[in-house]
């Protein structure tokens, strides 16, 4: 099966730093391996409303930022979240992205959780801080959804920047982008879990 990477970008502001870091990774993928770019804030989604109790979930329409998003989402054999940490977790628009996915999940006919299942998922993320053990509630997003889901977690790619371009300065996260989407990724588990339960 040919990969097909959706990058899904969740920062506030156009190139920054995690985009700068995601595309640095990005361009060590083979030449045969599709590439998607999303940025969330060209795509506002609506307010999640839950109403898991109330009602069925239907398919958003695919001329909507909604049906575009679960379109790309459904068609992603990798599927990278790349948002700078915000708050010890990911954007505000990157939560609105993975809270659509619990409507997705109940839509009737997509089987999202199905298709989602033995893919990999990915995040990439610029830190203004020295210590990367900040980014760790990120990571249990990303991984936790992961898991949820059945799919492969590859990790998280984290560089340092705040300021425009400052990731760029980062010879270290540049040198884990050469490498970072040739790993071999494990199936998500929940942090209880043990191997083998």
Sequence with gaps: MTRRFLFVL????????????????????PEDVERRWIRLADHPLPDFEDLRHDSDYV???????????????????????????YWYSVSSLTKRYLDHWSAWLRVPGVGFKDTMAGRTLW??????????????????TLNNSAAYLGM???????????????????????????????????????PHETPGA
Excluded: C, H, M
């Design 123 to 140: 995040g990439v993320a610029a830190l203004a801080a020295d210590q990367p053990s900040v980014a760790a509630p990120y990571i249990g």
């Design 152 to 190: 492969r977690f590859g990790g998280v790619l984290l560089g340092n920047g705040s300021a425009p371009g400052d990731v760029l300065g980062d010879t270290e996260a540049l040198a884990r982008a050469k490498t970072f989407f040739a790993r071999e990724a494990p199936l998500a588990r929940f």
């Design 10 to 29: 969740g920062s506030a502001r156009a190139e920054g730093n995690t985009e700068l870091l995601a595309r640095a990774a990005a361009e060590q993928l």
């Design 59 to 85: 398919r958003p329409p695919s001329d909507t930022p909604a049906g575009e998003l679960l379109d790309a989402t459904l068609a992603a054999t990798d599927l990278v979240i790349a948002s700078p940490l």
